[in-house]
């Protein structure tokens, strides 16, 4: 069974780091198109950092750009999202997503699994 599994959501003041992670089962992280999404309160869920099968392309939202960063540990079967230099519009609930086929550039798969979803409030 194909499941994703996040956490590391928290309260985190601006200018501060979080790393949320998301652990796969079911199949091998590495070999699958994975992004990290995120919906703020009251807008449409957008893709913010989306990497195409075996890393051929790399798309960061502008938002993000040079503060974010995705990671994945092979042995642990688990992906990350590094998030530095917090802003208050950082604030949203963060949703990890695996695509078996996406070789193309961005966001825009199907992206049939996903996690669950963790929030992150970025508040002084």
């Known amino acids: 069974q194909v499941q994703l599994v996040e956490s590391g959501g928290a309260l985190v003041q601006p200018g501060g780091s979080l790393r949320l992670s998301c652990a796969a089962s079911g199949f091998t992280l590495n070999d699958y198109a994975i992004a990290w999404f995120r919906q703020a309160p009251g807008k449409e869920r957008e893709g913010i950092l989306c990497?195409?099968?075996?890393?051929?392309?790399?798309y960061y939202a502008r938002s993000v750009k040079d503060r974010f960063t995705i990671s994945v540990d092979k042995a642990k079967n688990t992906m990350y999202l590094q998030m530095n230099s917090l802003k208050f519009e950082d604030t949203a609930v963060y949703f990890c997503?695996?695509?078996?086929?996406?070789?193309?550039?961005?966001?825009?798969?199907?992206?049939?699994?996903w996690g669950q979803g963790t929030q992150v409030t970025v508040s002084s």
């Open positions: 990497i195409s099968n075996y890393g051929g392309s790399i």
């Open positions: 997503a695996a695509d078996p086929w996406a070789p193309g550039y961005g966001c825009n798969s199907r992206y049939p699994y």
